[in-house]
């Protein structure tokens, strides 16, 4: 299973992937002057760590 599936130009918003769930997510309108700046998919995931590696 991998999440690098390309995807058709319908749309240019800019994507990431998460830090914490590892999900790539699109841009929204809230984010537009701190895009540089997220690296979550939502406040949950901000508050969330990353899952420890063993
Ligand atoms: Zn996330």
């Known amino acids: 299973m991998t999440d690098r599936i390309k995807r058709p130009k319908k749309e240019n918003l800019p994507t990431k ?18 895009w540089t700046e997220v ?8 508050g969330n760590k990353p899952a420890a590696t063993t």
């Open 39 to 46: 690296r979550y998919c939502s406040d949950r995931c901000r």
């Open 17 to 34: 992937i998460c830090a914490t769930c590892g999900r790539p997510f699109a841009w929204r309108k809230k984010w537009e002057k701190v």
